[in-house]
């Protein structure tokens, strides 16, 4: 059974940073996209970054030049290092992945979702 869970979520001044992780386990594919999305009161899911099994990255327009996304394979971790954050980027984060090494930035492609971890930025 995979099992997604993010960590690192917490309050934050408006121009500050964090680093969010999400662990994953019981994953026995080969090819793989783990990508971050967020939900804010009264939002949309929004896909903001994901990284294949290729190694290739792909950002959402709203975070490039923001937020960067990594990995640490031997951990089985993902990770979403956000600078400049802005109160607008106050949401619940999610981490989710799927078994394709081809990411796009759609939630309803997600096969494995995590609980989501709180991100608050106050100005």
């Known amino acids: 059974q995979v099992q997604l869970a993010e960590f690192g979520g917490g309050s934050v001044q408006a121009g500050g940073s964090l680093k969010l992780s999400c662990e994953i386990s019981?994953?026995?594919?080969?090819?793989?996209?783990v990508a971050w999305f967020r939900q804010g009161p009264g939002k949309e899911r929004e896909g903001l970054a994901a990284i294949s099994s290729r190694g290739h990255t792909t950002y959402g327009d709203s975070v490039k030049g923001r937020f960067t996304i990594s990995e640490d394979s031997a951990k089985n971790t993902v990770y979403l290092q956000m600078h400049n954050l802005k109160p607008e980027d106050t949401a619940m984060y999610y981490c989710a992945s799927q078994s394709v090494d081809y990411c796009r930035l759609v939630a309803i492609s997600f096969d494995w979702w995590g609980q989501g971890t709180q991100v608050t930025v106050v100005s």
């Open positions: 019981g994953y026995r594919f080969t090819s793989y996209c």
